[in-house]
């Protein structure tokens, strides 16, 4: 068949190019602009290359706070994965307590990120705190305000409690997918508890846990708002992850060049790192197919 | 290897049960030999896999014993009771190589490495996968996992008894036929008391000695496939073996002749008064098309279906299907049927009675 040649329809695609554009590549090039130049208000711009991306990669303060991101994101991933898993394990597999489970699983997952913060922040007050208080009443040196040590222990005892619900229902679905004729079979082959969490419940799992890690590792990766309200990065720099430094350096600084080049490299960081975790799970989906 | 023995066995799946059809098995007595190959046979929902569950331990049931030999095992563990069991479904541990999963069985009671070396060499000989022993499972076709899982089931020498649930429905049809021999051949080689629960009537008639045939929650009949077809004890059993099934027709009985609809026909033995519920039961393959005797009959439809021909009519005011033997015409003067007198089975209430000798 003939086909009509009209370029025309080219407007039709207009509508979506002005939306995208409105909302993602403007706003994106202003901060690539703003990476690339140097500027002290009115609008005026002076050209500065690449000398913000060399001030940020070389810059001892951000390297301390990648540091710290890094051990943050792998101290949670290291509770939570296996917390999560052990919880979904020992869920009441149906009837009343297993829906009373999820429910009461879901409800850190519905509570505002600044809220679950304010809860922190008060319970953990040493004066008026009922954790803070308790844990001074039986006389432990407890204060996330000045010891660096108990402030982290705070972040990571708040986002454990936030988020390991999540990767627990992540799991229990992958276990409540699983047969119960592949328990039986490991019954009559007399497998122990563990070959069956190995060679059934760990593969038929994995699908969902490496979603649940993806999840986990990005939240945790751009994690803000909860450091923020309990320690607003302190005592000192000691609980300033990559956005809280982030914010300050582009709201509290004002430093927008520094800010943008630190942003779009942060950007960077996280897609590769997502595209690491697609390219793995798409592998493996393909050597699950049969040939 | 032992004789199974079932003692006033009944399971329901409810926790009080007060009604007999709150129970998924009623209550039942059966001995199974030592070394038999028994198929459970029955249509889906009698029960089979509930009883299979009980004899392998996945299953508590409700009341009775369950004996090994002279060992009272119903409350012994699955894997204290050393049975093998392959499912309907292909169950492999995907991350495991062919030959780890077959090793699996083995490995956890702590055998000799070398003995199982042996063993799942042998086993994969069997089910013909020697060439892919060190593959993993993952990502083989539904048929090779079957393969797998019926080889584990296999492996271990010593088991009491091997039960399979159904566990050819995912398996191609010509492959069905080579594996149903080979677990015959096995049957043969080593003796094992095997339990094969299936909804397929030619499955369960070549595979077993003995069938045993579940209606509703009870075994109906335990026969070979020969007593089935001649002498079912229940009406289920003679619409469910054969194909097309037993004629029943709604019948008096008075000594050595049943008055249907109409007519009468002679039986090949006299009956004295029965209660209830009144039947006599006539294979397709014992009725035979008549010019002039017996009941007359109107022919509805004729199916060549190869070996014979499948003859649809109406008789005594029902549907009524004769199977006439290949060669034989089927011409438009035939217009009566008479059935083999010694071949009926007269029932009351379902339940088959014996009559004396005419």
Redesign the interface.
Known sequence: MEKTVNQKAWFLVLPVLVIVAFSAIIPLMTVVNYAVNDTFGNNEFFWAGLEWFEEIVTSSRLHDALGRQILFTAIILSIQIPLGIFIALNMPKKGFWSSLCLVLMALPLLIPFNVVGTIWQIFGRVDIGLLGHTLAAIGVDYNYTNDPLDAWITVIVMDVWHWTSLVALLAYAGLQSIPQAYYQAARIDQASRWAVFRYIELPKMKGVLLIAILLRFMDSFMIYTEPFVVTGGGPGNSTTFLSIDLVKMAIGQFDLGPAAAFSIMYFLVILLVSWVFYTVMTNMDREEEPR | MARITLKNLAHSYYPNPTKDSDFALKEMDHVWDDGGAYALLGSSGCGKTTLL?II???LRPSQGRVLFGDQDVTEA???ARN???V???P?V????TVRDNLA??LK??GMDAAYIASRVQAIAKMIGMEDRLDRKA????ADAKQKI?LG?GMVREDVNAILFDEPLTVIDPHMKWELRTQLKQLHREFGHTMIYVTHDQTEALTFADKVVVMYDGRVVQMGTPEELFERPAHTFVGYFIGSPGMNLFEAKVDGNRAHLQGASVPLGAAYGPISGRTQIGIRPEYVVLTKDEGLPVTIRRVEDVGRHRLVRAEAAGQALNIVVPEGMPVSADLTHVSFVADKINVYADDWRVEGRAA
């Open positions: 569950n392998s331990g996945l563990e699955t894997a049975i093998a069991q499912f309907q479904f169950v541990y995907d991350t495991m699996f069985p956890n009671r993952k990502g083989l076709t899982s584990r």
